[in-house]
Structure formats: structure tokens, C-alpha cells
């Protein structure tokens, strides 16, 4: 090969390399990797699981896959399950409505589904210094039903449901993982979840769910059974929208 030749090549590959670098850039946070999970968001939660539970990146993500797979099989049997220390996972009733196209005016029916909802532990409130009384108050809340959530929250009704507590054992099982080493990995997706929450405000699974943190306003309401007015302070709170996936394997 002629050095003509040599430089040509040398100067494709350059070439080559320096586009590579960035689709890299531009598409890293779509990227799938051989076992198909999605990197950016998904990755960095994997390795900050890892390093606060001593584990391995792969057991790391054995163990988040665990969580979510244990997750969506009990609501899909109209369980209710938890997560010590970050939060519970149940199913909401939504009775089908009526409305209207915003952009037709023709009326539209939606039908009946099941919706799941997320209340935050004790815990992940203190953590990430939820404390009422925060946001604006151009309004007043409403009352809170009896499992502590606002009635205003737009369900027509919880159904009663079994309680599953996602424990050492029960991720151990849904994982592969030791238990010893399940335990440790739980107490790290609790602090990792918590830390991406306090710093961001948000955290997304794709497919999943996505969790932020919202400003509710101060609302007044009446109690359905005395007709007293009940008056509540503004506040954050932890919300959670569930994915395409979550949401599909529910309904």
C-alpha cells in the first residue's frame, strides 16, 4: 500500500470514528444494549444502586428488574404492594366518563380502567423534605379519605386489596439474588431512587412509571358525612405516572 493509500485510509477511519462519537452523543440516552435495556436514565440508576449497595452493576440490575417485575405481578392480581422506606404501589377503580374533544366539542366516552397509584412512606417525605404548608395557596385543600390521600384525587374508588411487602426474600426470589445480598440491594434502590428524587425531582423507568415531585395548592372541601368545611395547608407531594407498560399489563 502507497503512502497515498496509507493516509486515505487512515483519514476514513478518523472520519468514521469522529461520526460514531457523535450518534453517540446525540443518541446515548435511546441506545439499547445487548440484553435490550434502555441506557441513560435506567444505566445511571443501575450504577447508583450499585455503588451504595456494594454490588455489581449486573446484580444491580438484576435486582431493579426484581422491583418492577415483583411490582406489576401484584397489581396485576389487585394486590397492593410496598417498599419500606420509599412508598406502595396499588390499583385505583376509574369508573368510565363522558366528556368532551377540547378541539371537536363532540362528546366522548371513556371507558372503565384500572389506574395505578403511588403514596410515598413517612420516610421518603422526611427524606426529601416534603413538608406541608409548602407551594402557593391561590387555593385550599380538600379533605383526606381514610387511607390518608386526598379525596379530590380524581378515582372513583380504591378496591380492597391484599398487602405485599417487597422484602429480602421476596426480591431474592424475583431476582436470583442471595438474600443477604437482596437486602443489601433493597436498601440500595431506596437510597438511590430517594437521591435521583431529591436531586432531580423527577426519575423515569421507562416503561414503568415516571415519579416527580409536584406543588399541590391549599383547597378547602366539606366532610361528606358531617358537611363541615375542612381546610388544608399547601404542600408537595411525591406523584407517579405509570408507563405504557405498566398501565397495559393492568388493564
Not at 435506567?42 to 422491583?67: N, Q, T
Not at 368532551?100 to 427524606?127: M, S, W, Y
Amino acid at each position: 500500500m502507497n503512502n497515498d493509500t496509507t493516509r486515505q485510509t487512515n483519514l476514513a477511519r478518523r472520519t468514521v470514528l469522529r461520526h460514531g462519537v457523535v450518534v453517540s452523543a446525540v443518541f446515548g440516552l435511546g441506545m439499547t444494549t445487548a440484553t435490550g435495556q434502555v441506557a441513560g436514565a435506567r444505566g445511571e440508576l443501575v450504577e447508583a444502586i450499585a455503588s451504595r449497595s456494594g454490588l455489581s452493576k449486573a446484580d444491580a440490575k438484576r435486582a431493579l428488574d426484581g422491583f418492577t417485575n415483583a411490582t406489576i405481578e401484584s397489581l396485576r392480581k389487585g394486590d397492593r404492594i410496598s417498599l419500606v422506606g420509599f412508598g406502595s404501589f396499588s390499583i385505583s377503580k376509574r369508573a368510565a366518563r363522558t366528556g368532551r374533544n377540547p378541539k371537536t366539542d363532540k362528546e366522548i366516552q371513556g371507558n372503565a380502567r384500572d389506574e395505578v397509584r403511588f403514596e410515598a412512606d413517612r420516610e421518603l417525605v422526611a427524606a426529601l423534605d416534603l413538608i406541608p404548608g409548602r407551594g402557593d395557596e391561590r387555593r385550599l385543600p380538600g379533605e383526606k379519605n381514610s387511607r390518608g390521600t386526598d379525596a379530590d384525587h380524581g378515582d372513583d374508588g380504591m378496591v380492597d386489596e391484599a398487602e405485599t411487602v417487597l422484602d429480602a426474600n421476596a426480591l431474592a426470589r424475583e431476582s436470583g439474588l442471595s438474600k443477604s445480598d437482596a437486602k443489601r440491594a433493597l436498601d440500595g434502590i431506596v437510597e438511590a431512587m430517594t437521591g435521583a428524587l431529591s436531586r432531580d425531582r423527577r426519575l423515569s423507568l421507562v416503561g414503568f412509571g415516571s415519579f416527580s415531585i409536584s406543588k399541590r395548592s391549599a383547597r378547602t372541601g366539606r366532610n361528606p358525612r358531617t358537611g363541615k368545611e375542612i381546610r388544608s395547608n399547601a404542600r408537595e407531594e411525591v406523584r407517579f405516572k405509570a408507563g405504557a407498560e405498566l398501565s397495559k399489563s393492568v388493564n
